[in-house]
């Protein structure tokens, strides 16, 4: 059993090497022949393999899976590039990317009503970076549209999947005050 897993590990890890970008992870599974909840076990047992001695990672992005690097890495690589792929965020982009990551799919009007601001601009910007994306139109009057996550913004923040968001009290998202050591994270 244990040859069969680590043959299935290699033929994942080798496919999404590859791979220019994600991964249906239907397909992926389809390609192992195992079923999607066995391939997410493995995708698990990989990035623990991972963590402990590699500089790359599997991330997970609505059904998606892409190999890429760990984000220790992130300096390194920059240095070695002769590049800067740091960019900040203001306070009021990170604000509402995370009103974004924690509600989606979310409309402008409903990002306003968390923030107290309008929020034209930063969604603008966030949109410009890559780190949201359009996900639809909402079925009420006006039919605005929804925005969610990209796998963007999993990279930049360092993410395999959303599940690695750090729980956050629901007060915060209804008109409490956050928490400040999340906002400097």
Known sequence: MDDTRTSLKKKIEAVLFVSSG?????????????????????????????????GLRIIEHKKRVQLTTSPD?????????????????????LEALAIIAYKQPITR??????????????????????????????????????????????????LQSLRELPDVETEILHGGKPNQNILKQ
């Open 109 to 158: 009007p409903q990002i306003e009503e968390v923030r107290g601001v309008n929020s034209d601009g930063v969604v603008r910007n966030l949109l410009s970076k890559g780190l949201i994306q359009e996900m639809g139109r909402a079925e009420t009057l006006g039919k605005p549209v929804l925005y969610g996550t990209t796998e963007d913004f999993l990279h930049y923040f360092g």
């Open 22 to 54: 994600s991964v249906p992870m239907d397909e992926l599974a389809n390609f192992a022949n195992i079923p999607v909840s066995e391939l997410s076990s493995l995708i698990t047992d990989m990035n623990t393999e991972y963590n402990q001695n590699h």
């Open 73 to 93: 890495m992130a300096m390194p690589l920059e240095e070695f590039l002769g590049i800067e792929i740091t960019t900040t965020l203001s306070r009021a982009a």
